[in-house]
């Protein structure tokens, strides 16, 4: 699963684009004879990919969402990255430079209270 952010309207797009096989972000257009797809420029749009794992609430994250996490009695604001270290999702501390890892079993203890694009301002 994923998502995707149109950058120059500042919006999530809901329908009608996809990642084909190459991922290649693809939209399809009506045509008299069907639907044609059509290349996006990722300088226009952006997307990110389901990390698989809900929250405590059940809602979905996604790499950029901004997560509070209870790790050890303590309530952390974190952002949900890819680790190229570790080859994997792992929460990014907002107020340090440490990580945490991401598992299933931790999930019960998130919640996703925004994202980098439509809640910047979170970040601080």
Not at 37 to 62: A, N, T
Not at 91 to 98: F, N, P, Q, V, W
Request: some cysteine; charged content about 30%.
């Amino acid at each position: 699963m994923y998502r995707v952010r149109d950058k120059k309207h500042n919006k999530w797009i809901t329908n009608g684009v996809y990642l084909n096989r190459t991922d290649d972000l693809v939209i399809l257009k009506k045509k008299l004879f069907g639907f044609k797809e059509h290349f996006l420029s990722l300088c226009d749009y952006e997307y990110q990919r389901s990390i698989g794992i809900p929250d405590k609430d059940g809602v979905m994250v996604y790499e950029g969402d901004i997560v509070m996490a209870e790790i050890m009695g303590e309530e952390i604001k974190t952002l949900c990255v890819f680790s190229n270290e570790t080859y994997s999702y792992v929460l990014l501390s907002l107020d340090s430079d440490k990580y945490y890892s991401l598992s299933k079993r931790k999930s019960r203890v998130i919640k996703v209270i925004g994202n980098v694009f439509d809640n910047p301002e979170m970040m601080r």
